[in-house]
Structures are given as structure tokens and as C-alpha cells.
């Protein structure tokens, strides 16, 4: 399987790796910016029909990174400790990857590419400027890391949507305090190969709004802010979950506003194998 690839070289911090809803709403936001209210219309539209794109992952040189699928945590591991750092670890790189979706042994990274922390702040009120300190976390990626996601879909839409949207967000910035010089980044984009087996089942790229039961999953609950109106908290299968011909599906939402807002929920499926006993 081919799929275009976007990356995000970061110039800074990001506070959080972005999740494909996040990425989509982002995009939506240049789209507008940069052509108007009809053009975000034709995007939403060709997302709801074929145009698909993962959520972000890491990357360090030319090692790339893929969620986990879930269907390793069934696997039984001679060695207990091989077991541990199995169910703890978020990413496989692309070569285990592969091993993971045949069901094959394969190997788990020593760590990631980069580090989640804490930083303390300092709030001032405005009225009597006392002082109170808070904490936030952010990503801090190391030298030659950062992040991508994959796309999959008509090329006009990729050319004339995702790439100009790309381009102005990597001056805008993805996700909270873009202001503040978060989320960042110079992007550029290549093709990603992925070898997996035939199957009908497959591990998502993405979170997910399911339409119908997965076979293995996790709970994944996400609100947010959009155009200073709050969005309910939504239930989404996490990446790495397994599904079965579920194409997910993108939720409107009423936020008082004169328009949608609408929250991609579309699977980013890669066919896997199971283990015997499934489902």
C-alpha cells in the first residue's frame, strides 16, 4: 500500500501529537482562511466520500513510526518482560510494524523520539496581578525528529486542500498557543510504503468514530474548543484499533453558531491479520 506523507519538522514544542480530528478541524480552519467558506465545503465533502488522513506520528531520521496494533497484546511472549514493554509501548517503527500486522515476531523500540513534560507557568491576574503558578505539558522532539501523517485519496484534493493548508499551518501552527510559538513547523511531502497481508480486517490509523462494534479497541474521549465555543466531549476508538469494513464517519455539531462545525471521525484502515479465536 502507498500513501502520500506530510511532515511536520517541528520549529518548537507542540502540546500534544496531534490526532486526525485535530488535524482535519486545523486544515478545515487554513481552507477557509485561504479560499472560503465554499472551499471548506468541497473539503468536507471530498472527506466524506474517499479522501482519508491518518493522525500524526512520530518520525527520527528515517525511521518512521505506526501505532501499535492492538492484536500484539494477544500474543503470548515467552519472556515476561518482553510482554511488559509490549503493552506499554505506543509505536512500533515501520519494519515491526509489518512483522505486527502478519503476526510475526518482531521487535519493540527502546523509547521514542521524543519527551513529554510538565512546564511549570506563571499566571498574572490582570485586576490585582497576583501571581498563581499552573503546569502544562508539551512534546519536546529530539535532533533530526518530528512528526507526519499519511494520506490517502484523490490527488486534486490532496493538491488543492491539504497541501496550501499544510503550507500556512506550518506558519500558523497546529493545536493550543500557536501564539505563543507552539506547534510550528516546516513541512514537506514524500510517499510512505506499508506491506501488509490481505485481510478483512484491519488496524486504523486514525481515531476513530465507529459505526459499528470494533473487534479489539481503546476508548479514546475528546472535547475541545472551536471558534471560542466549547465542543462536547466524543468517544473515539483510539489508532491501533482493530476494525472490520468500518469506513468511521464524520459527526456534525451544533455549536450555536452560523455555521457546522463538523469532527472527522473516518478510519485509516490497514489490513491485518488476527489471532486464531478472532472474533
Do not use: C
Not at 505486527?100 to 512546564?119: D, H, I, K, Q
Request: net charge negative; charged share 25%.
Amino acid at each position: 500500500m502507498k500513501f502520500r506523507a506530510v511532515f511536520l519538522r517541528p520549529k518548537g514544542s507542540f502540546r500534544e501529537i496531534p490526532h486526525a480530528d485535530t488535524l482535519f478541524g486545523a486544515m478545515a480552519s487554513a481552507i477557509s482562511l485561504l479560499q472560503g467558506s465554499e472551499a471548506v465545503e468541497e473539503f468536507i465533502e471530498a472527506f466524506s466520500g474517499e479522501a482519508r488522513i491518518s493522525s500524526a506520528f512520530p518520525y527520527m531520521g528515517d525511521s518512521l513510526y505506526l501505532p501499535k496494533p492492538l492484536t500484539v497484546e494477544l500474543v503470548e511472549f515467552r519472556d515476561t518482560t518482553v510482554m511488559k514493554r509490549v503493552k506499554r509501548t505506543r509505536y512500533l517503527d515501520l519494519e515491526n510494524f509489518e512483522r505486527a500486522l502478519r503476526l510475526e515476531p518482531f521487535e519493540v523500540p527502546e523509547g521514542e523520539p521524543y519527551t513529554a513534560r510538565s512546564v511549570p507557568r506563571v499566571a498574572l491576574d490582570r485586576i490585582t496581578e497576583d501571581s498563581s503558578l499552573y503546569f502544562w505539558d508539551e512534546i519536546r522532539f529530539m535532533d533530526d525528529a518530528g512528526l507526519y501523517f499519511l494520506y490517502q485519496g484523490p490527488e486534486d484534493v490532496y493538491r488543492e486542500f491539504v497541501k496550501p493548508a499544510v503550507r500556512l499551518l506550518g506558519d500558523t501552527g497546529i493545536g493550543g498557543k500557536a501564539t505563543w510559538g507552539f506547534g510550528l513547523f516546516e513541512p514537506s511531502f514524500d510517499h510512505v510504503k506499508i506491506k501488509a497481508p490481505e485481510s478483512p480486517y484491519a488496524v486504523t490509523l486514525s481515531n476513530a468514530l465507529p459505526t459499528k462494534r470494533p473487534l479489539l479497541w481503546t476508548l479514546l474521549r475528546k472535547g475541545g474548543w472551536s471558534f471560542g465555543r466549547r465542543k462536547p466531549k466524543m468517544t473515539f476508538i483510539a489508532e491501533g484499533s482493530i476494525v472490520e469494513s468500518d469506513p468511521g464517519r464524520i459527526e456534525s455539531l451544533d455549536l450555536g453558531l452560523p455555521f457546522s462545525i463538523y469532527v472527522y471521525g473516518k478510519t485509516f484502515p490497514v489490513p491485518t491479520l488476527i489471532p486464531e479465536g478472532l472474533p
